[in-house]
Structures are given as structure tokens and as C-alpha cells.
């Protein structure tokens, strides 16, 4: 079974950057659409993004396109999330998952295999 683990994740001034790194278990991560998703305190859970299978194209959410940049390193099994220009309103815990396919609109319960996450706080 697929295992995928995050990492990256800190503490970061506003304007900063940082990348999320997601780390899978086997070396068919190209086959997998992937999505990164995030939590902030009491809100739900909201996709930034999600990238088809074999190098497809990315789909960003709204509130960071022109911000974060999805790119995969099949060498390592990993896809990587940049982040920059960051805002407070980033501050949640990010996730990434895997599935076939991202589907219409790509939601966490909705993916087979799905990441622990990592803590990205931003501060003013």
C-alpha cells in the first residue's frame, strides 16, 4: 500500500517562502494524480492543488495561483510544494494524497492514500 509522508512544513515570516516536500513509500508515484490539501484551525479542509498522473497539468486553487508551484521528482519518489510569497492566511497543516485521477473538483476523502501533514505557520 501506497504510504506517503510530508515534511518541510515551519515557521516563516510573511513574504517568506517554504517547500513541502511528499515522500512516497513505492516508485509508481507517476502513476498517481496528487493533491495537496490544507487545514486551518476551524475551518475545513481545502484542496491548494492537484496535479494529474504522469507530469499532467496542475489545477491551483484561487488563493495561491501566481504563489505555489507543484513539481514531482520521480527519481526520489516525491512531489514538492512551493510556496512563496507567504501569507498568515497560509498558516494550516498541509497535506498531501494520491489517487488515480483528481476528479471534477478533488476532495481529501475522496483519495485513497493520504499523508499525516506538515505544520506551516506564517507570521505577520
Known amino acids: 500500500q501506497l504510504q506517503l509522508v510530508e515534511s518541510g512544513g515551519g515557521l516563516v515570516q510573511s513574504g517568506g517562502s517554504l517547500r513541502l516536500s511528499c515522500a512516497a513509500s513505492?516508485?509508481?508515484?507517476?502513476?498517481?494524480?496528487i493533491g495537496w490539501f490544507r487545514q486551518a484551525p476551524g475551518k475545513e479542509r481545502e484542496v491548494v492543488s492537484c496535479t494529474s498522473s504522469s507530469g499532467g497539468s496542475t489545477n491551483y486553487a484561487d488563493s495561491v495561483k501566481g504563489r505555489f508551484t507543484v513539481s514531482r521528482d520521480n527519481a526520489k519518489n516525491t512531489v514538492y510544494l512551493q510556496m512563496n510569497s507567504l501569507k498568515p492566511e497560509d498558516t494550516a497543516r498541509y497535506y498531501c494524497?494520491?489517487?488515480w485521477g483528481c476528479g471534477y473538483y478533488p476532495v481529501w476523502s475522496d483519495f485513497r492514500y493520504r499523508g499525516q501533514g506538515t505544520q506551516v505557520t506564517v507570521s505577520s
Open positions: 513505492e516508485s509508481t508515484l507517476d502513476y498517481y494524480a
Open positions: 494524497a494520491a489517487d
